[in-house]
């Protein structure tokens, strides 16, 4: 498989979970200064760029806090380039928005029950996307430079191809697993 130069922006504790298997799903409504407003899947197949901005111990569930230390241990502030470790597939992009359909995904995420739900209220009139994701642990990661476009509250960058090499992956779970992973949030969605 190979990717194309585009990068979904996300939590780097969130791309930590996916890449340990520890859920399959993003939720996404679109970030502050996205273009159009609202998210919208341009790519079917990306990398995962981690932004080290929003994330708060608060806004995870207990069991999963220490995994954001362990994330931030490893950032400064004044870093001027972030490691690019994983690739992904969406396989679907499911739209919710209700409660109900929020809550009966409570046990497939990191987040808190308070901080999934305000995402679901931000924006109220769009849709919440849930993202089922095939994520690829890269051959070989790399170092992106951190340039001014890549920057801001925005789901989509498009990265300068001399900063990348496209590749391929193994996925971070194996096809019955994470076929199991994706009929739970089907399953739990009808």
């Keep these: 498989m190979t990717t194309s130069a585009v990068a979904l922006k996300e939590w780097a504790v969130t791309i930590q979970a996916l890449s340990e298997g520890r859920q399959i799903l993003l939720m996404r409504k679109g970030g502050i200064a996205e273009e159009t407003r609202d998210f919208r ?28 230390g362990a994330v931030m241990a ?47 209220r931000w924006k109220r009139s769009h849709p919440l996307h849930i993202l089922l994701l095939r994520v690829r642990r890269l051959d070989e990661p790399f170092l992106l430079p951190l340039r001014e476009e890549y920057g801001g509250c925005k789901s989509w960058v498009n990265l300068d191809a001399s900063d990348c090499s496209l590749q391929s992956g193994v996925p971070v779970l194996g096809d019955e697993e994470f076929a199991r992973a994706v009929h739970a949030v089907q399953k739990a969605l009808e």
């Design 41 to 68: 899947l341009t790519e079917k197949r990306f990398y995962l760029f981690p932004s080290y901005e929003h994330q708060k111990e608060a806004l995870l569930k207990d069991e999963y806090k220490p995994m954001l």
């Design 74 to 120: 490893g950032w400064k502030p004044e870093e001027r380039t972030v490691q690019i470790a994983h690739s992904a597939e969406a396989v679907a992009d499911l739209e919710i928005s209700s409660s109900e359909e929020l809550e009966r995904l409570r046990n497939l995420h990191i987040w808190t029950d308070s901080f999934a739900d305000e995402r679901l």
